[in-house]
Structure formats: structure tokens, C-alpha cells
């Protein structure tokens, strides 16, 4: 969806590169190099800040909210339905009450012996790997229906940390005591708070990194005693390859900006998927170091 138009993205990482080796040029080294000095320190500052000001944005505006549509979503469908559905799609018949009955249980063994006598003719580790996916999916898609950020394309599978927390997800409705709402906590931490946590950070960085450069910027274009009687064109040379250092900082910015548009949109938007981004042959780089800070 969009793919068409993948080109635009390295098309403006190409213009990014070439304004900031230009003004580098004319700028000079030392300018160039002090501002650029200064970019380095200011996101440095504003990536450790962040982390403090992400938790505060996090705990005030969306923890309640997670946690209100998590429970919403979890008494409203029958998650040993969807995942028995999630394993049938897959070859393997069993019913949601025998979900409920193992996971309560906590013995998966059980839950292959049915599986086997439905026809289910897998190996052990095969019938692991179908129970990963399975649960996998249905989780996400859970989650998906939660939180902005969380979509299956940046966001590893869930994988449940053992099978009493997928028999506390699974219990009925009206067994909603203190463990049934630990387990939904502990699904918003451990799932939906990291995701969130680091978009909310990314952007603060940005804001935060970007301020700084715009305030750097208007410091060293009044500093004149940084200013030479005469630029050398070795200084106008050394200036321009100041100049590429400093355009990683306005890409960074630029890709943050793309990776907030696909992670809220959850990739819906025709030019802001991750389908055109992997169609890129210079900006899917800077992207992918986003997805891994």
C-alpha cells in the first residue's frame, strides 16, 4: 500500500545530506563542528532526560487508560474461544473449555493428548511452537485494540510467561478478584507500557533535541568572533564534511517523525507503512536503528 511512493523518503534523506554539507561549506569547520558538538550533547541530554519525563507522561495520561480498556476487552470476549479458533485455523482441534480446564490445570501435556486424540498428529515441540503462535496471536490482537503504538509490525509476539497467567486470563468474567487484576497489570506493563514508553520517548527527545539545535543555531549565527576574516577553502572543505554529521541529527528527527506517524496509525496510512519503508534503499537504515533503541 503505497509502495510506489517509497522513493520520496530517500529522495529527502538525499536533500537532508546535501542542504547540511552545503551549509557546512559555507558555514566553515569551526562553526559547523561547534554546532554539531553541540547536537551530539543535546540529544545526549535529552535522551537520558527523556526516560524521566516519558515515565511521568506515561503514568498520568495512560496507564488508567490501558489498564480501563484491557479489562473492557477481556470481559467482553472469550480469549479461550479465540485462541481454540487461532488453533483450529492451524490444523489442530480442541474446544475452549479444554483451554480453560489445562491452563487451570497448568499441564500441558494434557493439552496434547486431547489435541492428539482430535487428530492432531504434530510433534511435541511442533505442538509448542502451534501453542506460541497461537496464544501469540490472540494476545495481539488484544493488544492491538489497546494501545496506539502496538501493532504487529514493530512489536514482538506475546508470549505468556507461564500457564498461570493464561489461566488467570482465561477465567470467567465473574471471577474478577485481586490475582484477575493483577494479571491485567501485568499484561499493561510487560506489553503495552515498553511500546508506549519508547514512543513517548522518542518524541521528547525530538522536541527536546530540536529546541536545542534551533537555539544553538541562533547563538553561532550572532557569534562574529567565531567568524574568520577570510574563510580557506580548506575550512569551506573540512566545513562541508562537518556539514554530514550534522545532517544524521536532522534525519534522525526526520525518521523519529515517520516512525511516530506509523507507529499511531498502526500502518494504516498509505504513505506511512512499514510495506513502503522496507521499499526504501537508504532510509529503511536510519529507520530500523529507531525500532531497536
Request: glycine letters at 6%.
Amino acid at each position: 500500500m503505497g509502495e510506489q511512493f517509497s522513493f520520496f523518503y530517500d529522495i529527502a534523506v538525499v536533500i537532508i545530506a546535501v542542504v547540511c554539507v552545503c551549509a557546512g561549506y559555507r558555514k566553515g569547520f569551526m562553526k559547523t563542528a561547534v554546532a554539531t558538538g553541540i547536537y551530539i550533547a543535546a540529544f545526549a541530554v535529552s535522551w537520558v532526560s527523556s526516560i524521566y519525563v516519558s515515565n511521568i507522561l506515561y503514568n498520568d495520561y495512560f496507564k488508567e487508560k490501558n489498564y480501563e480498556i484491557v479489562s473492557e476487552y477481556m470481559q467482553t470476549n472469550n480469549l479461550a474461544e479465540k485462541i481454540s479458533s487461532e488453533l483450529a485455523s492451524k490444523g489442530a482441534d480442541i474446544s475452549s473449555e479444554d483451554i480453560k480446564k489445562v491452563a487451570s490445570d497448568g499441564n500441558t501435556d494434557v493439552l496434547y493428548g486431547i489435541m492428539q486424540k482430535n487428530g492432531y498428529d504434530g510433534s511435541r515441540e511442533d505442538f509448542e511452537k502451534l501453542m506460541t503462535q497461537s496464544v501469540s496471536g490472540v494476545m495481539n490482537g488484544m493488544l492491538m485494540n489497546t494501545s496506539l503504538p502496538y501493532s504487529e509490525a514493530i512489536s514482538d509476539n506475546v508470549i505468556l510467561s507461564n500457564s498461570n497467567e493464561l489461566a488467570e486470563i482465561l477465567k470467567d468474567t465473574s471471577d474478577s478478584d485481586s490475582d484477575y487484576e493483577n494479571v491485567i497489570q501485568n499484561i499493561c506493563d510487560t506489553y503495552l507500557r515498553p511500546l508506549e514508553i519508547k514512543v513517548i520517548r522518542i518524541l521528547v527527545t525530538v522536541i527536546l533535541t530540536t529546541v536545542i539545535m534551533i537555539i544553538t543555531n541562533i547563538i553561532i549565527s550572532k557569534k562574529k568572533r567565531l567568524e574568520g576574516a577570510e574563510m580557506s577553502s580548506i575550512d569551506s572543505f573540512f566545513g562541508g564534511v562537518a556539514g554530514i554529521a550534522a545532517s544524521l541529527f536532522y534525519i534522525y528527527i526526520f525518521a523519529s517523525a515517520v516512525h511516530m506517524l506509523v507507529s499511531t496509525s498502526k500502518e494504516q496510512m498509505l504513505f506511512f507503512n512499514d510495506a513502503v519503508i522496507n521499499k526504501t534503499y537508504i532510509f529503511q537504515y536510519f529507520y530500523r536503528v529507531l525500532l531497536h533503541i
